[in-house]
Structures are given as C-alpha cells and as structure tokens.
C-alpha cells in the first residue's frame, strides 16, 4: 500500500529541489498509465480527479481506482481532488478516500477565499490528508484572464488558512496547447520569500520545458499540474488506434493501444521535474 498524501510528497521535494507531477486524469486508462509512468521513473505522483473528470464519473469510483492503483504500486501516489468549490464536494472525497483536498477559492475575495480554505484545512487535517489552496486567479487560454499573486496576500493567505501547498498565478494559464509565454520569475521569489509553503503551478502544459527543470531545482515550486499536454497525447493515440483498423469495434482492443504511448508521454512530463 503505497497511498501517500500530499505533504508526504511536497516535504521531501521542498527540501531536495524537485517536483513532483500532477497528473489530470479522466479516466481508467490514462491513470494506470500514469502510475506506470511513475513506477518506471521511481518516482511518486499525484493523481488527480478535476471538475471535467467528477462530471464523467462519481467520486465515489474514482477513489476506489486510485486507492487500487496505489494498493499495487512500487511508488508513492496521492489520490488527490483537484478545483473543489463546495465545502461539501471536498467533504465527500474525504469521506470516500482522497489524501489531498484542493480548495480553489480563487475567484473570491481574499477575506473569504482564506475563511473557505482555512475551513477546507482544517477538515483535511482533522482526518491527516492535506489541502492545497490558491491565491491570485490562474486564468485559461481563450477564457477568463488571470489575476497575479500579491506576495504579501500569499504571505497572509499561507499563514491564516494552514494549507500544505499553495497555487500560484505567476504568468501561468490553464489549457494551453503549445508552449506559453513563461513563468515571472521575480513574481516566484517574492512569494517564496514570504512564506515556505510548496508553491504549485498549475496550467504546467504551457510553461516551457526549459523553465519548468529549472525552476522545479531552484526554487519553492514542488508541484505542476499538467492535463492538456497528456490529453493531447492521449487523443493522438486513441485516433491512431481508431483509424489502424476501420473493422474493428471492441473498444478495450482500442484502448489497449493507447496505454504505451501515455505511459512515454507522462514520462517525459515527469522528467522535466527532477
Ligand atoms: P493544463 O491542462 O493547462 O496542463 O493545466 C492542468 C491544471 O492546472 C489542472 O489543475
């Protein structure tokens, strides 16, 4: 059993100066194959169910096929909830397993966004799991513009709410499909000058490769969540594995094809963390 949560994975990669991969799942095939992944770099990994994945499949289930891929793995792998909005949605992956609870409260007032956190915080270190929260607004490429971390507010926002791993707008955007324009490097030093949380990068697609190994050795980044990349990778090999035989129907023969290339795409994902 090998179930980790997420301070158990972001406090060894804090001291050490890496990071460690959230991975956005959507299903059976992609998380497997992300474990795999992880399994043949030794190293742990975060999987994690977001908004467009809880709407496909209950919580409930998604949870028993972490909890399972964990029972059977070689490598840490926290089972982690990824953008909850209700109280009441993180209280129900705790109830059913998750180790990791990610409070977004990003849109709201800071007042209320800490309140909210703080509250999500203290649920999860009720029952040892751990809670991520996230200050300053990361937007989404062609939909709602980001609105940049205030290191002072990080530094108050840390400090009041408790969280284990704090996200972070610094130039980053969800849902990028090509290479963006590159993290604030200064914006980066003066959060983590202020507070020691592990910082998280979301929208980690489009932060260029370069930048994401650098910044992962030398800085308070411990986490990128990636979910584009990998589903752009998946969608290749899906359609690849569809157009191969127009006769074919089964869709587990199907899928079967698309478990290798996954695997090297979230290696090479991986590998620009360490
Ligand atoms: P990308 O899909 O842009 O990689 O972002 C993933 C993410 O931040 C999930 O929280």
New binding site residues.
Partial sequence: MTIATLADVLTPALEKGYAVA?L?TLGWEDMRAFVAAAEAENVPVIL?A?PGCREHTPLPILAKMFLHLAEQASVPVVAHL??GYQYDECQQALDCGFTSL?YDGSRKPLQQNIDETAAIAELAHSAGISCEGEIGF?GY?EGEASNGTVPSEAEVFARQTGIDAM?ISVG?????ENTGQGLDESRIAAIQAVTDVPLV??????VPVEQRIRLARETNICK????????MAFGAALREAVNRDSERFDRVEILRETHDPIVEAARAVIQTMM
């Fill in positions: 959230g956005v994690q977001g990824d953008h990610m990361v490429a996200a980053n955007v969800h849902l990028q990068i979301h929208g980690g697609s489009g990128y969540n990636v979910g584009t990349e990998l589903r």
